[in-house]
């Protein structure tokens, strides 16, 4: 008998056991999903850009709410998220299914789930082509790879990143923030510029531009002359360019570009891109 209780005893407690794992292991299961700073991911860890930074990132990018901003690696969404507060569309790149959840329940917390999207893939991968703003926080070898996709982007669209800068390109604005920012607090904004390398055609010669990024370097050949071109800059569509003591002010549309001309020149001007087979002796 007393083997009996014994053994009635042992089982009970087991069941109790068995119980109480079974109670711990649901509430685990049901606990929502929390990051870690320093989390590793595919290609970068997770840190979380400050938020007093983030305000300071969509301020430099003047985001409105006629823009579409796109966050890559976006973490727990917090650019797309704030972007969206100010009226924006948004849409957020995460390679992390975790983090994707977590991000639209945040979205639906703040009220603006109508207005982000988030969604699981590479970065590398994403199609960015409707941005108009890019609010990113990578290390300078991610951005650097991401460059051919970001020149295809419609002039004047505008990246801000947080830390890290583009090799080569220059940042059209830095910004800085203190107060309640203890690391992580310098932003970079770049504008992306109209592609506008090679020769051109004007009434009075022949435009050649080199370009890297928004610099630009060359030279007009007009009546047997070759005059090189100075403070040559783009700012998106807009050009700016000196070049025999007249300022050539314009924008770019494409193949053609046309402005004012300033300086020691008054009067228009307008040139047209040299296609293949175009021959340089033609006028546009």
């Not at 990113?136 to 460059?147: D, G, Y």
């Not at 090679?198 to 030279?219: A, D, H, M, N």
Request: charged share 25%.
């Amino acid at each position: 008998m007393k083997n009996s209780r014994r053994v009635i005893q042992l089982m009970l407690a087991s069941c109790f056991v068995s119980i109480a794992a079974g109670a711990v292991l649901a509430q685990e299961i049901q606990k929502p999903y929390e990051p870690t700073e320093g989390q590793p991911g595919k290609d970068v860890v997770w840190v979380p850009t400050p938020h007093v930074l983030v305000e300071k990132m969509l301020d430099m990018a003047r985001v409105t709410p006629q823009d579409y901003v796109m966050d890559l690696g976006s973490g727990d969404g917090r650019n797309v998220i704030a972007a969206a507060r100010r009226g924006a569309r948004a849409l957020g790149v995460e390679y992390n299914p975790d983090m994707v959840e977590l991000s639209r329940r945040i979205a639906a917390k703040e009220g603006v789930a109508d207005k982000v999207t988030f969604v699981q893939g590479d970065m590398y991968e994403a199609d960015i082509s409707r941005a108009t703003v890019l609010a990113l926080f990578l290390l300078t070898e991610n951005l650097n790879a991401l460059v051919p996709k970001f020149l295809d982007l419609k002039p004047g669209s505008r990246i801000v990143v947080n830390g890290f800068e583009i090799d080569g390109w220059k940042a059209d604005e830095t910004a800085r923030v203190d107060g309640d920012c203890d690391q992580w607090c310098t932003a970079y904004l770049y504008i992306v510029p109209a592609r506008v390398a090679g020769t051109w055609l004007l009434p009075s010669g022949r435009l050649r531009l080199e370009q890297k990024f928004q610099e630009l370097t060359g030279t007009l050949i007009s009546a047997g002359t070759s005059a090189p071109i100075t403070n040559g800059r783009l700012h998106g569509d807009r050009i700016s360019f000196t070049v025999g003591g007249a300022d050539y002010v314009g924008r770019v549309n494409g193949d053609t570009m046309s402005g004012d001309l300033k300086g020691g020149a008054t009067g228009d001007w307008r040139a047209v891109r040299k296609t293949a087979g175009q021959r340089l002796s033609q006028r546009p």
